[in-house]
T-cell receptor
Framework: LAKTTQPISMDSYEGQEVNITCSHN???????ITWYQQFPSQGPRFIIQ???TKVTNEVASLFIPADRKSSTLSLPRVSLSDTAVYYC??????????????FGKGTMLLVSP | EPEVTQTPSHQVTQMGQEVILRCVPI?????FYWYRQILGQKVEFLVS????????KSEIFDDQFSVERPDGSNFTLKIRSTKLEDSAMYFC????????????FGEGSRLTVL
């Protein structure tokens, strides 16, 4: 299982770009990197997924260097409503199953006015 | 936007009682999951379900737990004899693909065992 390490918390202000980095030194060849967001008392919500290089969607970008030992979730121009816990998951659900996709403690992002 | 719905939103039960948590996955999804989150702790995988059978389960998913898809829309989690440590938020999720891609989570059912 690829273990992930993220900062416990981060603080930002409205309008700033936030970058959350996740370390996954023992990522396996078939592993994908997936980020979820969770608000209090709600289910996690998928943000973005990638395998290598850069992936961008309407809410975030995911940067993955060539060695894939880390990844960075980039949230452009955060707002107060982006205050949440962000989880980095690394695994190969296709071959190794969903039980291998474990939610860690995540990064608590607090956005202030 | 289609969503996963769960009922009840909150259930309080006595230790030893049976509990059934219900989920209606997104209609064209084929893969279904239950996760749980004890207050202040991690989201933990319990079980995945495809083609009317369990495809994976974690160590948490012991003989006290069972899942069922009794009709074409509902997906249920049953806890036969609840324990205090079963108190948690239980999340149902579904996905169209079953691998990679996005899991769509419901809002959760909070179970309190007294």
């Amino acid at each position: 299982l690829a273990k992930t390490t993220q900062p416990i918390s981060m603080d930002s202000y409205e309008g700033q770009e936030v970058n959350i980095t996740c370390s996954h030194n023992n990522i396996a060849t078939n592993d994908y990197i997936t980020w979820y967001q969770q608000f209090p008392s709600q289910g996690p919500r998928f943000i973005i997924q990638g395998y290598k290089t850069k992936v961008t969607n309407e809410v975030a970008s995911l940067f993955i260097p060539a060695d894939r030992k880390s990844s960075t979730l980039s949230l452009p121009r955060v707002s107060l409503s982006d205050t949440a816990v962000y989880y980095c998951l690394v695994g190969d659900s296709m071959n190794s199953g969903y039980s291998t996709l474990t939610f860690g403690k995540g990064t608590m992002l607090l956005v202030s006015p | 936007e289609p969503e996963v719905t769960q009922t009840p939103s909150h259930q309080v039960t006595q230790m030893g009682q049976e509990v059934i948590l219900r989920c209606v996955p997104i209609s064209n999804h084929l893969y279904f999951y239950w996760y749980r989150q004890i207050l202040g702790q991690k989201v933990e995988f319990l079980v995945s379900f495809y083609n009317n059978e369990i495809s994976e389960k974690s160590e948490i998913f012991d003989d006290q737990f069972s899942v069922e898809r009794p009709d074409g829309s509902n997906f249920t989690l049953k806890i036969r004899s609840t324990k205090l440590e079963d108190s948690a938020m239980y999340f149902c999720a579904s996905s169209p693909q079953g691998y990679y891609g996005e899991l769509f989570f419901g809002e959760g059912s909070r179970l309190t065992v007294l």
